[in-house]
């Protein structure tokens, strides 16, 4: 039996470099406070319930994510409550939960995916992360079309599937990387930012008409924002998968394509960042060119215009959280790797 050779790790010191982005960071008005909202709602949803596991939950700052992100939100506590709640749900599947099968697992995806029918009729929850989902979709859904709920529910599902995806073949992930082309694919889905940015029209109200939305024109938008901020995530969170030993982030891959040093990965990853975010600019002005043939009326055409620049407000919003944030600096490890230390085995 050949044996196995465990990758070269990056060193624990590496540090991301600097990241361009054009786009003014701007912060929610409301955000003081929405920290503490946050830490009051996982602990009334029964979602944390030690005191050590709420320190680490507050000092992470999701509240404060979201009111970077969702900087002119007319509703930051609902899609405050969604980031909290999707992160938790992240590491859960792809960090925090470290016990049980795959087929486990995976069960545990259906009963979360239970909680988004389209008609609002869902199951009886089986637990306070089930429960929470289904709340959160029962408020959000209730406000949108039925082509939004449908979009929602497609990349929640896309999220969910692609996090855990690597736990069907957890050897592999650790073994080597992805080539860049199943790499791009699989981060797309696996980011939550397709998710994230349907909330957009949740936190503002102001839904993207349907007609735009499914367009190849507004996609090829998104697409780019997703690569940015996924790709700007893996730099940062360098130290976090190195604790874990997880070979399937940017640098990994990079570095595996073109035998690189980790510093030059990181350095090659960050000009790929700044060619898509110029990629992203020009895809926008593109779409706005091209306004007139979609043939909607001022108000519709408004809360195109208005998503576009809510897209770029997303990317400098994620990387300024980034930039601020303890939970990629102060990482804490184990025989395990880096877990969350708010994640509590009670959630299920």
């Known amino acids: 039996m050949a044996t196995r050779t465990a990758p070269e790790l990056p060193p624990f010191t590496l540090e991301c470099p600097p990241i361009w982005c054009p786009v003014p960071a701007r912060t929610h008005p409301q955000a003081d406070g929405i920290d503490d909202h946050l830490l009051d709602w996982v602990k009334r949803t029964d979602l944390i319930r030690s005191r050590p596991a709420a320190e ?30 999707n992160w938790i749900v992240d590491d859960r599947l792809d960090e925090g939960y470290l016990e049980g099968t795959y087929q486990e697992r995976e069960e545990v995806v259906r009963d979360l995916v239970a909680q988004l029918p389209l008609d609002l009729r869902a199951p009886r929850a089986s637990g306070p992360l089930t429960a929470a989902l289904s709340d959160l979709w029962q408020r959000t859904a ?24 690597p736990h069907s073949d957890p050897e592999k992930s650790q073994e080597s990387p992805s080539d860049m082309t199943a790499f791009i694919r699989r981060r797309r889905l ?40 996924s790709w700007t995530n893996d730099m940062f969170s360098i130290r976090k998968e190195n604790a874990r030993g997880d070979q399937d982030h940017l640098a990994a ?48 055409w408004t809360r195109v215009d208005e998503s576009l620049t809510d897209l770029g407000e997303w990317i400098a919003g994620s990387l300024s959280w980034h930039r601020w944030s303890p939970r990629y600096r102060d990482v804490e490890t184990t025989e395990a790797g880096a877990v969350p230390t708010y994640i509590e085995r009670h959630l299920m």
Do not use: K
Not at 197 to 222: C, G, Q, W
């Open 190 to 229: 696996n980011s939550g930012c397709e998710m994230s940015f349907d909330l957009i029209e949740t936190a503002n109200a102001r839904e993207v008409p349907a007609s735009v939305a499914r367009s190849d024109a507004y996609r090829a938008v998104r697409l780019a924002a997703n690569d940015v901020i």
């Open 253 to 300: 891959v990079l570095r595996h394509d073109t035998g690189s040093t980790w510093e030059e990965a990181l350095t090659h990853a960050s000009d790929l960042v700044e060619a898509l975010t110029r990629d992203f600019l020009e895809a926008a002005a593109d779409l706005r060119a091209i306004r007139g043939v979609y043939g909607l009326d001022e108000d519709a």
């Open 56 to 85: 680490r939950f507050h000092s992470a700052g999701f509240g404060e994510f979201a009111a970077r992100v969702y900087p002119r939100a007319t509703q930051l506590h609902l899609v405050a409550e969604w980031q909290a709640f």
């Open 142 to 165: 209730s406000q949108h079309s039925w082509a939004w709920r449908e979009r929602f529910a497609t990349h929640y599902v896309d999220f969910l599937a692609f996090t855990l995806l």
